[in-house]
């Protein structure tokens, strides 16, 4: 039987995972052999990573650049005060392996730019969007929808967060004939003109709200890797804290999208200049 292949210390571990028949020894095997690129260790990518390692999730890697800032504690809870200082990939590397020495994790103190992120992304079966900026989350939804990778997109603002996960056609249900699955281009074709959408360093942030998001984020993908529930393809939710509402809405595959359309206008990412509005650097 397949479960053998677990040991002892890994059935006492995961044993509440192990025990449901939607997940069992072989579900609990799937994590174990799944992995899961977090891009951006700070409010959403803290308690993503938290959770995936914890579920055995057998690769994590990690992409940050920053160090970590005592400004960022008040929601970046897989830091510390004793890692004010410190790069922020090796403070969340070590809470991992502190709390879960079974799986494996890759660290990569850097920002993700065309030019890398294949060599870095190409590598995992589901990228985690956890990024605090415009030009990661273009780069991160174009590389993942030309790549056909699946991408869990989470984003927040002061009191509202939202949530969806692009399958971008790597499910094995998926072909060529339900490709009504949307980008994030979909959505908002270009990014908004550097400077005209404040960030958390300017508006602030409700310091639990990153957690809530950041874990239904960790939700998708511990589900995508079970191949198990129904994602949110094809959704967005929307969730607002300070009324306390989640609302759903469906989000259709837009044919003029500049990366998925009919017509695609971008073709791989090196087309891309990932800063201003994130559109096609002929179109200069
Ligand atoms: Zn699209």
Do not use: W
């Not at 990778?149 to 056609?169: K, M, P, V, W």
């Not at 602030?204 to 809530?212: D, E, R, S």
């Not at 939710?237 to 300070?242: E, F, G, I």
């Amino acid at each position: 039987m397949s479960d053998l292949r677990l040991d002892a210390t890994q059935l006492e571990r995961y044993s509440r995972h192990v025990i449901m028949d939607e997940v069992g020894p072989e579900g609990q095997q799937r994590l174990l052999e799944g992995s899961v690129l977090v891009v951006g260790a700070g409010g959403l990518g803290s308690p993503a990573i938290q959770y995936l390692a914890a579920a055995g999730v057998g690769r994590v890697g990690i992409v940050d650049d920053d160090v970590v800032e005592r400004s960022n504690l008040q929601r970046q809870i897989v830091h510390a005060d004793g890692d004010v200082g410190t790069p922020k990939v090796e403070s969340a590397a070590s809470y991992v392996r502190a709390l879960n020495p079974d799986i494996d994790v890759e660290t990569y103190e850097t920002r993700l730019t065309s030019e890398t992120i294949a060599g870095i992304a190409g590598d995992y079966d589901i990228v985690l969007d956890a990024s605090d900026n415009f030009a990661t989350r273009y780069l991160l939804n174009d590389y993942c929808a030309l790549t056909g990778t699946a991408l869990s997109h989470g984003a927040i603002y002061r009191f509202e967060g939202q949530i969806t996960t692009f399958t971008n056609g790597s499910l094995a249900a998926e072909d060529e004939s339900n490709r009504e699955r949307p980008c994030y281009r979909c959505l908002f074709p270009e990014a908004p003109e550097p400077g005209t959408v404040p960030d958390c360093a300017t508006t602030g942030v409700l310091g639990v709200l990153p957690g809530t998001v950041g874990c239904v984020q960790a939700t998708e993908v511990v589900k995508y890797l079970l191949g198990t529930g129904d994602l949110l393809k094809g959704r967005l939710l929307m969730y607002d804290a300070m009324d306390m509402s989640f609302e759903t809405i469906e989000i259709r595959r837009n044919p003029d999208c500049p990366v998925c359309g009919d017509s695609s206008a971008i073709d791989s990412v090196g087309e891309v200049s990932y800063d201003g509005t994130c559109q096609l650097s002929q179109a200069e």
